[in-house]
T-cell receptor, first 115, second 110 residues
C-alpha cells in the first residue's frame, strides 16, 4: 500500500504551460520530498519540505519550480513554464523524520510529458 | 558532492542462481545507505537502511551488507519475481536528501 498517492498519474502539456503535480499523504506527515527521474537516468533530488517550509533544494529547483501545501494536506509541485527537458517521472516521497536517518517512502509517480 | 556508483548495470540470472550487486559510494559523512527496488514505471520501494560498516540486513532472498566504501546486495536463489531495478542511495550527515546511483537491472529467467 502506497505511503502517498500522486495525481495525475500522467500529465501531457505543451511547452511553456504551467503544470501542478499533487501528492496526497495517507496520514499526517511533516517531511516531504520531490524527486524526478528522466527516462533511463538516475533519480534526482529536487526539494525537501518540512513543516510547511523548504528545507533544502537542488540546483535543478530553479525559479520555474515552486512547492506548497495549500490546504495543510495536499503537497504540490508547480512548474511555471514547462520545457521539453522537464519531461520525466516526478516522485513525491514522505519521510519518517525520526531516528538516525530519514527513511523516505515514495509514491507511484506522475509521468510528465512536455510536447 | 556525494557520489554513488552501481555495478553491474544489468544482470541476467537463471532462477536459483545467486549473485551480488555492488554499490560504491563517496559521501562526506554517512548518515545512512538505502536500498530500493524499482519496477518499470513505478516509484522506488524501500528495502533496507544500513548505518555503519559491518552491518547486515536481510529480507527474504535479499541480504544487504555495508563497508566503509561499498555496499553489496546479495540475491540468494532468485525467482522471476525478483526481476527489477535495484537502486542504492546515500544520505549524508549534513542533509536528508537521497543521492541515488543509476541502478542495477536484474532479470531472472525461469
Amino acid at each position: 500500500e502506497p505511503e502517498v498517492t500522486q495525481t495525475p498519474s500522467h500529465q501531457v502539456t505543451q511547452m511553456g504551460q504551467e503544470v501542478i503535480l499533487r501528492c496526497v499523504p495517507i496520514s499526517n506527515h511533516l517531511y516531504f520530498y520531490w524527486y524526478r527521474q528522466i527516462l533511463g537516468q538516475k533519480v534526482e533530488f529536487l526539494v525537501s519540505f518540512y513543516n510547511n517550509e523548504i528545507s533544502e533544494k537542488s540546483e535543478i529547483f530553479d525559479d520555474q519550480f515552486s512547492v506548497e501545501r495549500p490546504d495543510g494536506s495536499n503537497f504540490t509541485l508547480k512548474i511555471r513554464s514547462t520545457k521539453l527537458e522537464d519531461s520525466a517521472m516526478y516522485f513525491c516521497a514522505r519521510g519518517t523524520g525520526t531516528g538516525r536517518t530519514d527513511t523516505q517512502y515514495f509514491g507511484p509517480g506522475t509521468r510528465l510529458t512536455v510536447l | 558532492e556525494d557520489q554513488v556508483t552501481q555495478s553491474p548495470e544489468a544482470l541476467r540470472l537463471q532462477e536459483g542462481e545467486s549473485s551480488s550487486l555492488n554499490c560504491s559510494y563517496t559521501v562526506s559523512g554517512l548518515r545512512g545507505l538505502f536500498w530500493y527496488r524499482q519496477d518499470p514505471g513505478k516509484g522506488p520501494e524501500f528495502l533496507f537502511t544500513l548505518y555503519s560498516a559491518g552491518e547486515e540486513k536481510e529480507k527474504e532472498r535479499l541480504k544487504a551488507t555495508l563497508t566503509k566504501k561499498e555496499s553489496f546486495l546479495h540475491i540468494t536463489a532468485p525467482k522471476p519475481e525478483d526481476s527489477a531495478t535495484y537502486l542504492c542511495a546515500v544520505q549524508a550527515l549534513v542533509a536528508y536528501k537521497l543521492s541515488f546511483g543509476a541502478g542495477t537491472t536484474v532479470t531472472v529467467r525461469a
